[in-house]
């Protein structure tokens, strides 16, 4: 008998099993964690409830746990992010309990939360807070099985802080967003290549000579900005923190508030984890053919509900994930993925080789919370050190990088404070 699911079509499953093989090709540190989670099975019987974005690198984090004994299910993270194929061979191979459809409406979304949340979970796996937020709005009851959780991203990690700030967070769970090995390198260069990579696919459009606007300076920003300048394009960015501003401009771009920009560019991706970023007054000052896409966790970043009500008649498809809406004087707006993430929703996200450093934090952060949570508050907690220490120093090592080593003198002298000029 088959495990319980949810998936588009399992005849879809042994094209998913093929690109998840692929995948892993890319994953050297997780399959190293795999292979010692085989051996020691420091997850065993662990009910773990999964929502992540169901992509190949996510089937390959979801084995891995699964080889440390645990029991998993997976839940998509978002409506437009799954891999139907690897759905398919999650269920069909790998027999992962799989809740997820790639376009499903926000009550199957919902519903399959909550089949994850059925599962009873010991350890809650999130990527943007909707499995944890939705446990703490209307499971409650299911709380008292959870120990503990990890967090992927940073809006996840946002929510999480303010329902700590507020006193409701109910278990302690670790914030993978904000170790080293995860945002310098998946948000920086993975979302950096895998937006620009979701907008071409999408529209096919040369960005050399274009003038790109992104919106916000965080590390996922700065990865689209220098892509996107990488590829030929002007950049201008928008901030509204004065650091992150200074730095934008130090680093070559362009900077002014959005009203200015709106004018100006020919392609916009939001990467800012705040609301309303690009609203109707901005899309009125776009110009035709304005391209518009969002690579934060969620589409609040665009007003869209205001781009339709300020558009005649209904938006048209005028290719897979474009959508053409039509301003009252005839000026054109095309709007990519439903303003789902960008990289994911027209693409396949980050590369595997970067996913491998998040992922690798997952599965050692979900055995790290087996042995502490005890000891550990209702909170949100960095990465321990040593994880994050440990994942750079085997990255580094597979992939064949060497580094140098203090010398005794070296360690002394970053010790001392006697000598100077
Ligand atoms: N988030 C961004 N890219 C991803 C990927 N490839 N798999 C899972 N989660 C992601």
């Given amino acids: 008998m088959g495990v319980d699911h949810d998936v588009k079509d399992l005849g879809l499953a042994a094209g998913g099993r093929l690109r998840i093989e692929w995948a892993e090709r890319e994953m050297p540190v997780l399959r190293m964690i795999r292979e010692r989670f085989q051996d020691e099975k420091p997850l065993r019987g662990v009910r773990l409830s999964a929502c992540l974005h169901v992509t190949t690198e996510t089937a390959s984090l979801a084995r891995t746990l699964q080889a440390g004994g645990a029991d998993v299910v997976l839940t998509a993270s978002n409506p437009l992010s799954t891999q139907d194929?690897?759905?398919?061979?999650?269920?069909?191979?790998?027999?992962?309990?799989?809740?997820?459809?790639?376009?499903?409406?926000?009550?199957?979304?919902?519903?399959?939360?909550?089949?994850?949340?059925?599962?009873?979970?010991?350890?809650?796996?999130?990527?943007?807070?909707?499995?944890?937020?939705?446990?703490?709005?209307?499971?409650?009851?299911?709380?008292?099985?959870?120990?503990?959780?990890?967090?992927?991203?940073?809006?996840?990690?946002?929510?999480?802080?303010?329902?700590?700030k507020d006193g409701v967070l109910q278990y302690p769970i670790i914030a993978v967003n904000d170790a080293m090995t995860k945002h310098l390198f998946d948000n920086r260069y993975g979302t950096g290549q895998s937006t620009l990579d979701g907008v071409i696919r999408a529209t096919n459009v040369l960005l050399a000579g274009k003038t790109v606007v992104v919106a916000g300076y965080g590390w996922c920003s700065r990865g689209i900005a220098m892509r996107a300048k990488g590829l030929g394009g002007n950049v201008i960015v928008t901030e509204v923190e004065p650091l992150r501003a200074l730095e934008a401009?130090?680093?070559?771009?362009?900077?002014?508030?959005?009203?200015?920009?709106?004018?100006?560019?020919?392609?916009?991706?939001?990467?800012?984890?705040?609301?309303?970023?690009?609203?109707?007054?901005?899309?009125?000052?776009?110009?035709?053919?304005?391209?518009?896409?969002?690579?934060?966790?969620?589409?609040?970043?665009?007003?869209?509900?205001?781009?339709?009500?300020?558009?005649?008649?209904?938006p048209r498809r005028v290719r897979p994930s474009v959508d053409e809406y039509v301003l009252p004087d005839g000026r054109r707006i095309f709007l990519l993925a439903e303003g789902r993430l960008v990289n994911l929703a027209a693409a396949e996200g980050h590369p595997s080789a970067v996913m491998d450093m998040s992922f690798a934090n997952q599965a050692l952060c979900a055995e790290y919370m087996i042995q502490h949570a005890r000891d550990l508050q209702r909170t949100v907690y960095e990465v321990p050190e040593q994880i994050d220490k440990e994942i750079a120093r085997i990255k580094l090592e597979a992939m064949g990088v060497q580094i140098d080593v203090l010398t005794p003198e070296q360690q002394k002298y970053l010790t001392s404070w006697e000598e100077g000029t």
């Fill in 85 to 164: 194929d690897v759905a398919a061979a999650l269920v069909s191979y790998y027999e992962i309990p799989t809740y997820a459809i790639k376009g499903e409406d926000n009550d199957t979304y919902y519903q399959h939360i909550h089949a994850a949340i059925d599962h009873r979970p010991n350890i809650t796996m999130d990527d943007g807070a909707d499995l944890v937020s939705t446990l703490h709005k209307s499971r409650t009851d299911e709380l008292t099985h959870v120990v503990g959780g990890t967090e992927e991203t940073t809006t996840g990690v946002i929510r999480l802080r303010a329902m700590a």
């Fill in 249 to 314: 401009v130090m680093d070559g771009n362009r900077v002014m508030p959005m009203i200015e920009a709106a004018p100006m560019g020919d392609v916009f991706i939001t990467s800012t984890g705040d609301i309303n970023v690009i609203d109707i007054h901005h899309f009125e000052a776009m110009k035709d053919g304005a391209i518009v896409a969002n690579s934060g966790h969620f589409n609040v970043e665009l007003n869209i509900a205001g781009l339709a009500s300020i558009a005649k008649g209904e």
